[in-house]
């Protein structure tokens, strides 16, 4: 069994389980890092920093957060002005 090991890389097999069968698939890490996209936000923020002329960029969650705040304001639903909450005197 030892001779086996050295010349063809096998462990003997023993009724345990050893995970041989997920170590011997090759890696998929680089493929499923390159199926995500990079975020463009922190490119967009650093270009906004250095550069007066571009526009300012929202990503679409940011967009989302000030629609239904505006939505919610408009209905007087809308989270109070600083200050003037439940609490104040």
């Known amino acids: 069994a030892a001779v086996s090991h050295?010349?063809?890389?096998?462990v003997p097999n023993r009724g345990v389980?050893?995970?041989m069968q997920y170590l011997k698939k090759p890696l998929t890490g680089a493929y499923e890092a390159r199926y995500y996209m990079e975020p463009i936000e922190p490119i967009a923020r650093k270009v906004q920093r250095e550069c007066s002329a571009v526009p300012l960029y929202l990503s679409e969650l940011q967009e989302r957060r000030q629609l239904k705040l505006r939505t919610l304001r408009q209905r007087g639903k809308g989270p109070p002005k600083k200050g003037s909450g439940k609490r104040s005197k």
């Open 17 to 19: 389980r050893t995970g």
């Open 6 to 10: 050295q010349i063809f890389g096998t």
